[in-house]
């Protein structure tokens, strides 16, 4: 079965840096698109970050030139650097996979970005 953990997630200031990762099993990892979402409270989840299996990659306009998507075909795991971060940047943040024709979901992992 389709099994996706975050971590990294944690609190940190304006300005400072955070990795997430999302450990994935279940599937063959490197075939598939690897996709970062983001949800704050009273909206919806929000894609932040793609990367394809042909490493083609997608930011949300208010991420880009911060936030770097990447993967470990070897560790079946992907990754999320973020730089420079803003407040506006808290938030669950989880790993999703689509595969065999339904989503798959990580449980997520809380970025707070506060002074």
């Known amino acids: 079965q389709v099994q996706l953990v975050e971590s990294g997630g944690g609190l940190v200031q304006p300005g400072g840096s955070l990795r997430l990762s999302c450990a994935a099993s279940?599937?063959?990892?490197?075939?598939?698109?690897m996709n970062w979402f983001r949800q704050v409270p009273g909206k919806q989840r929000e894609l932040v970050a793609q990367l394809t299996s042909t490493s083609s990659t997608y930011y949300t306009y208010s991420v880009k030139g911060r936030f770097t998507i990447s993967r470990d075909n070897a560790k079946n795991t992907v990754y999320l650097q973020m730089n420079t971060l803003k407040p506006e940047d808290t938030g669950a943040y989880y790993c999703?996979?689509?595969?065999?024709?339904?989503?798959?979901w990580g449980q997520g992992t809380q970025v707070t970005v506060s002074s």
């Open positions: 999703n996979v689509f595969y065999n024709r339904r989503d798959y």
């Open positions: 279940g599937f063959t990892f490197s075939s598939y698109a």
